[in-house]
């Protein structure tokens, strides 16, 4: 059974950095794409960033470009979440999301970031 | 980036009736493959997303064969046959043709 677990939410204050994580079992992770989506309270969804099998290509959506860094470990099948400099704009549920071409076929069930002072 | 454009934003529905939403993207989503990468996901309250449809008319594994999808090129539509109380919660459509992947603004379903 495909698994995903997010953990590292939080409290951050404005300006603060947080790392984020993402367990997989259940299937090759390697092998496969992976993504950060998240959702504002009470809105919709928003794609973060993606990392291909092998970590040699990210992309980012331009409001997190420069502040959050998408990365893996294979040997640990886990994905992170890297964010500074955070904004009240950033607070969020984000969900770790496993890719297949051109669609997410499995979620995380998510963590919580609030970044408030 | 594409813009995907859900319709109507709110969906009251009588159990055991059909529901029908839309879905406009601003880019045609066939890629270079040929293939549409139009997906629609469920939301439950207080739950993660799951996959439902899977480019424009393939239900994932373990989705009731009363959802359905269709449409083509930019104008898609995801239909529930006979409403039931379990399908209550936000319906998005995702477009995976172009990056950044993006989704439609969401529709709420809920029983009259």
């Known amino acids: 059974e495909v698994q995903l677990v997010e953990s590292g939410g939080g409290l951050v204050q404005p300006g603060g950095s947080l790392r984020l994580s993402c367990a997989a079992s259940g299937f090759t992770f390697s092998s496969y794409w992976m993504s950060w989506v998240r959702q504002a309270p009470g809105k919709g969804l928003e794609w973060v960033a993606n990392?291909?099998?092998?970590?040699?290509?990210?992309y980012y959506v331009d409001s997190v470009k420069g502040r959050f860094t998408i990365s893996r470990d294979n040997a640990k099948n886990s994905l992170y979440l890297q964010m500074n400099s955070l904004r009240a704009e950033d607070t969020a549920v984000y969900y770790c999301?496993?890719?297949?071409?051109?669609?997410?076929?499995?979620w995380g069930q998510g963590t919580l970031v609030t970044v408030s002072s | 980036d594409v813009v995907m454009t859900q319709s109507p934003l709110s969906l009251p529905v009588t159990l055991g009736q059909p529901a029908s939403i839309s879905c406009r993207s601003s880019h045609s989503l066939v890629y270079s493959d040929g293939n549409t990468y139009l997906n629609w996901f469920q939301q439950r309250p207080g739950q993660s997303p799951r996959r439902l449809i899977y480019?424009?008319?393939n239900r994932a594994s373990g989705v009731p064969d009363r959802f359905s999808g269709s449409g083509s090129g930019t104008d898609f539509t995801l239909k529930i046959s006979r409403v039931e109380a379990e399908d209550v919660g936000v319906y998005y459509c995702?477009?995976?043709?172009?990056?950044?992947?993006?989704f439609g603004g969401g529709t709420q379903v809920e029983i009259k």
């Open positions: 995702m477009q995976g043709a172009h990056w950044p992947l993006s």
């Open positions: 990392i291909k099998q092998d970590g040699s290509a990210t």
């Open positions: 999301a496993r890719l297949i071409t051109g669609d997410a076929d499995y």
């Open positions: 480019k424009v008319s």
